[in-house]
């Protein structure tokens, strides 16, 4: 079989994606966690560049160039600002079982393949396979969203989960119009932004940024 | 009657809706107490007399209209027929002596709260007129639940009273079940094709299956409506709630309204009548009937004793119509129409006896602010006037020659006799049984009425605030005429009803019993034919009247009319105190012990040294703890255990959203 | 409707009111005599009305007109139903006005007045009468009707004419039906008509008395009325027992001829009846109050089963 | 152009009372916005009307009946709201709950929100169509915390993360869309156009639509309401300013639901089975019966409204999902007078809660006494949300439940155990809220009820006579969604 090298290349940034979202999933620490954030970031904005590059698409480079700016550069910055200003830098989480939490992902990647696997068998890009590690990606994504006890945390996996969707849109269709895209970073942006005014209202209420303060809506 | 003016009756119908609406707008205009009372409500009962009029006038022909409101491809359908004629003139009729009552009742009231009655009481009406002419389902609906959506504001006229707040809750809770039941009823009806009006349904053919499955949902939604078991449990609440003429109104007509709703639906809309549901309704109209005059003998205030002796009417009535269903089933016109002539008749007087008998407690609720029984006693002295109109009353209410409750309960006796001959076993088995279920139900009705009267106007007065009361005003009094006219009209010339009845019975079962019962002329009411059965109310009347009146004057001519005036004797027994007398309590003691596995009895005996013993007791249904607080429970249970779905934890929320994900995922794939 | 007919009907009426203190006359004697007493003679009942009548009324206080107005009221009632079953013809002109619902509306009618004039004055007694009456009678009505279904079912009617014409006609046939229904109504009879072990006529004993406890209040004239009016509806019970368990020999139509051997064979009926009473009332004792609405369930079940068993067995 | 003033009104608004929101006339000139937006829609619905559907600006935006006629609806439930908001906001103030910078966010925002909505209703780009109902919820966000309570930044944040999910879930559902468009339609700015999508339905590839589809409707099901995934709804209902509460149930829901029947459309035509409709009738149900015993144990009567919103919002989706004309037409006017009950119920309520100085139904007695406008409106929105007639919802669930009654028999049993024990829950609570002993004080302002009685009034008519054009215009969105 002879693939081009882009495409083994695109297909390796997909493997590491996943890997990063692994990796995600099973990090405790704050800060690595937004480190890893960027990277996913820096690798997506790569990806998408060899993408745009590949399928002569040129507002992918638009693209990727957005990614970069936005998602490597802009929001880590701003979250490390915040957990600075919040003085949060040094919490860890407290997750349970991190094993089990690994075969989780692991059944849901699995799955993700299994659904994204006749999709992938007509998908007429470069990058079919990709689809599914986009699929798993998100869904890990979600699960870390699920098990993390602190605000910021499952903030990243909510970012996280936009690289994820970025990574579908952009591997496996050569991306959204255009005019889509500038809608998603816009709304990215400013959803970063008032997440940011958020946490500092959440932290004056509640005097901290863990989850468990935030149960009081319930049926009782 | 109405043709020389170039007007159908379905006009003229609509026309005194209109005037009713506008009469209750009018009454909110107004917010002048004496005005509304003395103006409005009597216009309201000339409206009455000329719904009467013209439902007369449109027993013999079908005229229809269609408004153009509604739906887009459903404007309001209406149709005059006789079914509907006929129970728009069992409105008008009964209606009138509300009206009128309810002049004199009301004109006390505060005025905001006046007028605001006025108009739900003119909206109650029209709406009910509406549920009798709607041709579709659609506008059916609308009336009905207008109805009860005005009946039910006019049940919480006294909403500061927390019970009066809770019966209103029950009523329309069980009304707007019902309604959906109804509802979901001609949703199989319509049968897909989207067509909504009556006459599509007319012509709709259902399987065997569906049938039953559109007749048992409107046997129940009409079923919660009527107060048939189970779902008779807001009777007994809100009629007592609700104001006199209100009452009345709810008891005497509305539940009439479901009557005119099942016989609708089961023989006219379905084309296919299945022997069962005959059976079925002959059933639970019997429970329903013993029920509610069992639970009537026990009770101790007026209006839960009458509104008690209207489940037992309902359940009468809903006797007839099983009988009737039967005997259509198996192609016994004859017999389906003497039993569905029995039922239109029993739903007529019940008409107007139970009005009669609550718009009686309303004077006596005024004259003396009670209603406990237990508080009563000699009103006879106090309301001379009241007190005859409320013995025609409880008469007739009793089933006795010659008023008209006897009339309707020898009909329908008469086709149970007649039944023999069915082509199935058990059916013949179960009519005997119910025949005697019947009759005891019928007598018990006597029992209950003779405590109603008793305790009320006979007897030494129980309480000194009886003193002060006053008898019934003149409108009020002219009221309740209008229906003890009905009664004893109803009751002496049952052949002139009969031939009236025709119209209905000849199309629904196509069947009447004109030719046969009056075939002795209407002096003899003869349903089938003279050897088998006859009866003759005016000359029962003449003869017992006559008989009376000769003896009167046999024993002045040839005695003497000697008499003195002196103690009671009472075997000799020196005190006599009004507590000696039966309580309400005591009188329904027997029918307590005889049925005490059937009720919830909680009782407080005094013991032996008590100097001022108190007995009480308290009679429950227990249906309410069998059906109702299971339901009840069910429903908190499930409240609970949906309620921890929602715990507050945001993991959990995202969960849900996940696992709802990749189970639709797994699904799709 | 020929004058025979009315004639007929005339004669019956006058013959019902003249003969029911006989009757009552004739059943207290049975019973002296069977309980070894010399009795009071059979014209006691007579002699006991006149001298009602002669009495000055006395009324309690509170008595309202329904109390004066209920003595004549039960007594046409009575009368009227004394009239209407055939016993002698079958061709009574008033008949087809009443049938056997009817009859059974007119008993009711009259215990419903008879109750309320009782809890009129508001005694202890009164209203304990009229409890206890009421509760015999709801049981003992349908009861009734059930008879009289029973015989309905099998001659097709519920006018009492065509039933005794039809069971009279009919080759003698054993209704194992009309057998249950025989025993139902005689259980009724004794418990309407006041009579042991429900109810004893001759005592003022608070314990048990029912229809004695309503009339307590009522003298003179009222009384009579009242008393009068029970015998004649002791004579109606037991005419319509002969009537439907024993019409043979009735005059039908309006048979001249048969007429003189009917009087005889009626006389003869009554009077076996009346010994027959007699005997079972003094056989038995007075049951406890609370035991009445058993006696009268097992009645109405009786009659339920005749009715059942006419379904069941002969049709 | 019309659409220009529809959107640009709002966006503008927005700005500006970013800028002059502290005036003392800031809620007249809100209002004044909310007018103008509303008579700018008026005339673009004249328009397409009487013209029939059109697309402008490269087919980026396009009007046709089913979209215009939510225009049309969330203009004018914008407008009525903030006529409502005038007085009650200034109560607030007045009570010390806000300062005047919150008025100004919330002014602005509320802006800004009618524009995402209608952004949302006109584009003709599934994409933007995202991007709006993102934004919606962005603004939204900032409305439900505006009290800054820790209980309302609970609730926003919850909002946001369960709605930011959910809106994840549907990008990801409009990536697999634009990824099947883009086979037949070639890649670029068409690919994602609805009326283009429409055209070639019938073409694109099932699995990859169906996939779609469940991303889709979870997504926005999200944002609707749909049980499992409401549990936002009722939080940020119950926390935000009653106004918010209003055009979040009334006009919000809508918009979601709009974006699920468009895809609706779209994947049946791929499918040509009845996956989509089945799904969403599955939803309905689930929520309906759900959201009914979730009624039953309410103490908060912002939350038990909220509730009811996510039982109408079922009852929708499942009309939606039945199909058909009849359900289709019931789903849009059950649409159209659930958005005016509900809004018309929170105004009512809203005062309610004011006069009593609490959210809480048990401390709310006597309404009818001290302020009979209040009780009443409260009474007869109430009895109109639960489907009494002759009131409008009664006709659109008259309509559904007659057709489910036919074709999917089987649901019945869950609807009607649904519906009353809804109607028991929120009936007797209305009843010891409204009648009885009375708790309330004056408030310091009169209240808004004539936008209650507005409502009310409308919702009746709708009941008792729906005009032609009306049901025209409902016809033609019923063939629209087929």
């Known amino acids: 079989m002879n693939i081009p090298l882009t495409s083994q290349l695109i297909n390796m940034c997909a493997a590491l994606l996943l890997l990063i979202a692994f990796a995600m999933l099973s990090q405790r620490r704050i800060l690595s966690l937004i480190n890893l954030f960027a990277l996913q970031g820096l690798i997506l904005a790569f990806s998408t560049a060899l993408v745009a590059h590949t399928s002569n698409q040129h507002h992918l480079y638009y693209s990727a160039g957005l990614t970069l700016m936005l998602k490597v550069l802009v929001l880590p910055w701003v979250l490390h600002r915040l957990i600075r200003k919040l003085n949060i830098k040094w919490d860890v989480e407290t997750m349970f079982n991190i094993p089990t939490i690994m075969l989780v992902g692991l059944a849901l990647v699995i799955f993700a393949f299994n659904l994204a696997a006749p999709i992938s068998q007509m998908a007429g890009t470069i990058t079919k396979s990709t689809l599914g590690i986009a699929m798993a990606s998100v869904l890990l994504s979600f699960l870390m969203m699920i098990t993390r006890s602190k605000a910021v945390p499952q903030v990243v996996g909510f970012l996280a989960m936009e690289n994820g969707l970025f990574f579908a849109a952009t591997s496996a269709t050569y991306g959204m119009p255009m005019v889509v895209e500038l809608g998603i970073a816009l709304d990215v942006l400013v959803g970063m932004f008032i997440l940011g005014i958020f946490f500092f209202q959440i932290r004056v209420a509640f005097d901290s940024l863990d989850l468990h303060h935030m149960e009081k809506l319930k049926e009782d | 009657m109405f043709d020389q003016f170039g007007m159908l009756p379905i006009d003229v119908v609509l026309g005194v809706v209109v005037f009713w609406l506008v009469l209750g707008m009018a009454g909110l205009a107004l917010q002048n107490s004496r005005l509304i009372a003395q103006f409005i409500f009597p216009l309201s009962a000339i409206g009455s007399l000329v719904l009467a009029g013209a439902a007369l006038a449109g027993l013999g022909e079908v005229s229809t209209a269609i408004l153009p409101l509604g739906l887009p491809d459903l404007p309001f359908h209406l149709r005059l027929d006789a079914l509907s004629a006929f129970f728009i003139l069992l409105l008008g009729a009964a209606s009138i002596g509300i009206a009128l009552f309810s002049a004199g009742y009301f004109r006390r009231m505060v005025a905001a709260e006046l007028s605001l009655l006025c108009l739900e009481y003119h909206i109650f009406l029209a709406s009910m007129a509406l549920v009798f002419l709607a041709d579709d389902a659609y506008m059916f609906m609308v009336a009905w639940e207008s109805m009860a959506l005005s009946s039910y504001f006019l049940v919480t006229t006294d909403h500061n009273q927390p019970d009066v707040r809770r019966a209103g809750f029950l009523y329309l809770l069980i009304a707007h079940v019902g309604a959906i039941a109804i509802l979901m009823s001609f949703g199989v009806m319509q049968s ?193 006037k009241l007190a005859i109109l409320m013995l025609v009353g409880i008469l007739a209410m009793a089933g006795l020659p010659p008023l008209n409750g006897f009339v309707s309960e020898w009909l329908l006796l008469q086709a149970f006799l007649l039944s023999p001959g069915l082509p199935h076993p058990y059916l013949n088995m179960l009519v005997p049984v119910a025949a005697a279920a019947l009759a005891l139900a019928a007598a018990l009705a006597g029992f209950v009425m003779v405590k109603f009267y008793g305790v009320i106007f006979l007897g030494q007065p129980r309480d000194t605030t009886l003193a002060h009361a006053h008898d019934a005003g003149l409108w009020e009094r ?192 | 409707m020929s004058y025979s007919a009315l004639f007929f009907q005339l004669v019956q009426n006058v013959l019902v009111l003249l003969a029911a203190p006989l009757l009552l006359g004739w059943i207290n004697q049975c019973r002296a005599w069977l309980q070894n007493r010399s009795g009071a003679g059979m014209l006691q009942p007579y002699r006991n009305l006149i001298k009602l009548f002669h009495k000055d009324a006395v009324l309690a206080h509170n008595a309202s007109p329904l109390f004066r107005a209920t003595p004549y009221i039960l007594f046409a009632c009575m009368w009227l139903a004394a009239a209407l079953v055939p016993v002698l013809a079958t061709d009574l002109p008033l008949s087809p006005a009443v049938d056997v619902i009817a009859l059974v509306g007119i008993f009711a009618l009259a215990r419903v007045f008879i109750a309320l004039a009782a809890m009129d004055i508001g005694t202890a007694f009164g209203s304990l009468g009229a409890r206890r009456e009421m509760l015999v009678g709801f049981l003992a009505e349908p009861a009734l009707l059930m008879v009289l279904f029973t015989a309905s079912t099998i001659s097709q009617s519920t006018s009492l004419i065509t039933i005794v014409e039809t069971l009279a006609h009919k080759q003698f046939v054993l209704y194992p039906s ?100 007699a005997f079972v009332e003094t056989m038995s004792a007075k049951m406890r109050i609370f035991r009445v609405p058993e006696f009268m369930g097992t009645a109405f079940l009786l009659a339920v089963l005749g009715l059942l068993t006419h379904f069941l067995l002969e049709t | 152009m019309e659409i220009f003033w529809v959107l640009g009104i709002p966006l503008f608004g927005g700005l500006m009372m970013a800028v002059f929101g502290t005036r003392q006339h800031a809620p007249e000139f809100n209002s004044a916005l909310s007018f103008c937006t509303f008579v700018a829609s008026a005339v673009l619905t004249t328009r397409v009307i009487t013209g029939g559907p059109f697309s402008i600006w490269g087919e980026q935006f396009f009007v046709d009946a089913f979209n215009v006629f939510l225009v049309a609806l969330t203009a004018f439930v914008g407008f009525t709201t903030s006529l409502f908001s005038r007085p009650y906001m200034r109560i607030e103030q007045h009570h010390g709950k806000l300062s005047i910078n919150m008025l100004r966010l919330y002014y602005s925002m509320y802006q800004l929100f009618s524009f995402t909505m209608l952004l949302a209703l006109l584009t003709n780009n599934m994409g933007i169509l995202w991007v709006a109902m993102e934004a919606a919820t962005l603004t939204t966000v900032l409305l439900v915390s505006l009290y800054r309570t820790p209980a309302s930044l609970e609730a926003a944040w919850k909002y946001f993360i369960l709605c930011g999910v959910g809106l994840a879930q549907a990008l990801f559902g ?5 990824f099947a468009a883009e086979k037949i339609l070639g890649a670029g700015g068409t690919a994602l156009l609805w009326t283009h999508l429409n055209e ?283």
């Open chain 2, 192 to 384: 897909g094709h989207g067509d909504y009006t009556f006459s599509a349904m007319r012509h709709t053919h259902l399987s065997d299956f569906w049938a039953s499955i559109a007749f048992l949902l409107a046997l129940f939604g009409f079923g919660a409506k009527a107060g048939i078991l189970p779902m008779h449990a807001w009777l007994p609440e809100a009629h007592p709630a609700a104001p006199s003429p209100v009452s009345a109104m709810m008891s005497g007509i509305m539940l009439k309204t479901a009557i005119y709703g099942i016989l609708r639906v089961s023989l006219d809309l379905l084309d296919t009548q299945l022997w069962w549901w005959g059976a079925f309704a002959l059933a639970l109209g019997l429970i329903t009937a013993l029920f509610g005059v069992i639970f009537a003998a026990v009770q101790v205030d007026m209006k839960r004793l009458l509104a008690y002796s209207s489940i037992e009417n309902i359940g009468i009535i809903l006797v007839g119509i099983g009988l009737t269903l039967i005997f259509h089933a198996f192609h016994k016109e004859a017999l389906a129409a003497l039993a569905l002539t029995a039922t239109l008749y029993h739903a007529l007087n019940h008409a107007f006896m139970k009005s009669l008998l609550f718009l009686g407690t309303g004077s006596i609720l005024h004259a003396t602010g009670e209603r406990h029984l237990g508080k009563f006693g000699g009103l006879i002295h106090k309301m001379p």
């Open chain 2, 478 to 669: 002219i009221g309740m005429i209008c229906m003890v006219i009905g009664c004893i009209a109803l009751g002496i010339f049952p052949a002139f009803v009969i031939l009236h009845l025709d119209f209905v019975t000849e199309m629904l079962v196509h069947h009447s019993l004109g030719s046969s019962a009056a075939q002795t002329g209407w002096l003899l009411l003869t349903p089938i034919q003279a050897e088998r059965a006859s009866y003759g109310p005016l000359v029962l009347l003449l003869i017992i009247g006559g008989g009376s009146l000769i003896t009167v004057l046999l024993v002045k001519k040839l005695y003497h009319g000697r008499l003195r005036r002196g103690p009671a004797w009472d075997c000799g027994f020196p005190a006599q105190t009004a507590r000696m007398q039966d309580t309400a309590e005591g009188f329904g003691q027997p029918i307590r012990q005889i049925f005490e596995w059937f009720m919830d009895v909680v009782r407080q005996v005094p013991s032996p040294f008590d100097l001022h013993p108190h007995y009480h007791g308290e009679t429950h249904d227990r249906l309410w703890n069998l059906f109702y607080v299971p339901i009840k429970r069910v429903n908190e249970i499930i409240g609970n255990q949906v309620g921890k779905l929602q715990h507050g934890r945001i993991h959990m929320y995202l969960l849900y959203s996940f696992l709802t994900l990749l189970a639709l995922l797994a699904f799709i794939q």
């Open chain 3, 178 to 277: 009309m057998t249950f229904a025989a025993v139902a109504f005689f259980m009724v009879l004794l418990a309407e008509n006041a009579r042991v072990p429900v109810d004893n006529p001759s005592t003022h004993l608070e314990l048990t008395m029912i229809h004695e406890a309503m009339i307590l209040e009522y003298s003179a004239r009222h009384l009579a009325l009242v008393e009068w009016a029970s015998a004649l509806k002791l004579l109606a019970y037991m005419t319509i027992g002969i009537a439907l368990f024993a019409p043979w020999g009735i005059a039908e139509g309006g048979n001249w001829n048969a007429l003189p051997f009917a009087v005889v064979l009626l006389i003869l009926k009554l009077t076996i009846a009346g010994a027959g009473l």
């Open chain 4, 174 to 178: 409009t990536i697999l869309l634009y």
């Open chain 4, 200 to 482: 070639v339905k019938t073409q694109l590839e099932p699995t990859v639509l169906s996939l779609a589809f469940v991303f889709l409707l979870v997504g926005y099901g999200t944002k609707i309401g749909l049980a499992p995934l409401h549990n936002w709804l009722p939080d940020a209902h119950a926390e935000g300013p009653t106004p918010v509460s209003a055009v979040l149930s009334g006009l919000l829901l809508n918009v979601a639901l709009y974006a699920v029947v468009r895809s609706k459309v779209l994947v049946d035509g791929a499918l040509g089975t009845h996956l989509a409709g089945n799904l969403m009738m599955a939803f309905g149900l689930l929520s309906v019966v759900m959201a009914a015993f979730f009624l039953a144990r309410q103490k908060d009567v912002k939350r038990m409204f909220a509730y009811s919103s996510i039982e109408h919002m079922g009852l929708m989706t499942f009309a939606f999902g039945m199909g058909g004309p009849v359900a289709t037409f019931a789903g849009l006017l059950h649409m159209t007078v659930h958005s005016l009950t509900k809004s018309a119920i929170f105004f009512a309520v809203g005062h309610a809660a004011q006069k009593s100085g609490t959210q809480l139904m048990k401390d709310i007695r006597g309404l009818i006494k001290t302020s009979p406008t209040v009780g009443w409106g409260l009474a007869l929105g109430t009895l109109a949300i639960l489907g009494m007639p002759p009131f409008g919802v009664f006709t659109s669930e008259f309509m559904i439940l007659t057709t489910a009654m036919h074709t999917y028999p089987w649901t019945m049993p869950f609807l009607l155990i649904a519906l009353g024990v809804a109607f028991a829950s929120i009936f007797g609570r209305m009843q010891l809220m409204v009648f009885g002993e009375t708790t309330g004080h004056r408030l310091p302002h009169p209240p808004a009820m004539i936008p209650v009685f507005l409502h009310l009034a409308l919702v009746l008519l709708l009941g008792l006579y729906i005009p032609p054009y009306l049901a025209d215009w409902y016809r033609q969105a019923t063939a629209l969604i087929g």
